[in-house]
């Protein structure tokens, strides 16, 4: 395959009951927003669904990019907390089976981007811990919001989106303690950590809003430019 062929970017997808035409099944399921973004930034999207953890390794090293999607919240077991009684309930498989993933791209040096759930199991990855509850990053139950986070200058992030910019956003929960290796990036205008990313040379960022629900492409293309000299073998 010739160097300059576009990067395969996979994107983790979740099991969910469905519905459509006279079907109704569990189903893989993914907002066609994810690989449309992941698209138009110049890669090939892949959808990932969860699978043993111990593959994580061998589909990780088929990938150029590693996308982990937004959802359900995280199992607090996973950083060594009570259960809020407002945190959702556990996706175990997903949990157990997005972790294998990032670990296996942090070991091979394959560009990670996490969106919201994703920026969170990252930070949970590298033994970082979340608050459970926060009020006001969502437009209310099932519609996004909006609002500006400002990039910490002279990040990884800061590269691609300059300064202030306002983002669709939809979580209740965030960034507590950073995990291992993990610097904050971005913050919300309440103080919130809106994007973290690994200080050293290993391209892995993750942001707690969703760009796959706006027009703004940076940030995958941020990613998909990571991936993509990775596979020209210069490093991420």
Same mark, same amino acid.
């Given at each position: 395959? @010739?160097?300059s062929?576009?990067?395969?970017?996979?994107?983790? =997808?979740?099991?969910?009951?469905?519905?459509?035409?006279?079907?109704?099944?569990?189903a893989?399921?993914?907002?066609e927003?994810?690989?449309?973004l992941?698209?138009?930034?110049?890669?090939?999207a892949?959808? #990932?669904? @969860?699978?043993?953890?111990?593959?994580?390794?061998?589909?990780?090293?088929?990938?150029?990019?590693?996308?982990?999607?937004?959802?359900?919240?995280?199992?607090?077991?996973?950083?060594?907390?009570?259960?809020?009684?407002? =945190?959702?309930?556990?996706?175990?498989?997903?949990?157990?089976?997005?972790?294998?993933?990032?670990?296996?791209?942090?070991?091979?040096?394959? @560009?990670?981007?996490?969106?919201?759930r994703?920026?969170?199991?990252?930070?949970?990855?590298?033994?970082? =811990?979340?608050?459970?509850? #926060?009020?006001?990053?969502?437009?209310?139950?099932?519609?996004?919001?909006?609002?500006?986070?400002? @990039?910490?200058?002279?990040?990884?992030?800061?590269?691609?989106?300059?300064?202030?910019?306002?983002?669709?956003?939809?979580? *209740?929960?965030?960034?507590?303690?950073?995990?291992?290796?993990?610097?904050?990036?971005? *913050?919300?205008?309440?103080? =919130?950590?809106?994007?973290?990313? *690994?200080?050293?040379?290993?391209?892995?960022?993750?942001?707690q809003?969703?760009?796959?629900?706006?027009?703004?492409l940076?940030?995958?293309?941020?990613?998909?430019?990571?991936?993509?000299?990775?596979?020209?073998?210069?490093?991420?």
């Amino acid at each position: 395959m @010739p160097v300059s062929a576009k990067p395969l970017i996979g994107v983790t =997808t979740y099991l969910d009951p469905a519905r459509w035409g006279v079907w109704e099944m569990r189903a893989a399921l993914l907002p066609e927003t994810y690989p449309r973004l992941a698209q138009a930034a110049g890669g090939i999207a892949a959808m #990932l669904p @969860p699978d043993a953890p111990g593959v994580a390794e061998e589909v990780v090293a088929r990938l150029d990019g590693l996308v982990v999607a937004g959802g359900a919240d995280v199992d607090p077991a996973r950083y060594g907390a009570a259960r809020d009684p407002r =945190t959702g309930p556990a996706a175990q498989e997903r949990d157990a089976w997005e972790l294998a993933l990032i670990g296996a791209a942090l070991a091979a040096g394959t @560009p990670v981007l996490g969106i919201c759930r994703g920026m969170q199991l990252l930070n949970v990855a590298l033994g970082g =811990t979340l608050v459970q509850h #926060l009020d006001g990053h969502t437009g209310g139950v099932g519609v996004f919001g909006s609002h500006t986070v400002k @990039p910490v200058p002279g990040t990884r992030l800061a590269s691609l989106a300059g300064e202030a910019v306002t983002v669709p956003t939809y979580h *209740h929960q965030a960034v507590d303690r950073l995990g291992d290796g993990l610097t904050p990036s971005a *913050h919300a205008e309440d103080g =919130t950590v809106e994007a973290v990313e *690994h200080a050293g040379a290993h391209w892995a960022l993750g942001v707690q809003w969703h760009p796959e629900m706006g027009t703004d492409l940076r940030v995958m293309e941020g990613l998909v430019a990571a991936a993509s000299r990775t596979r020209c073998g210069d490093g991420g």
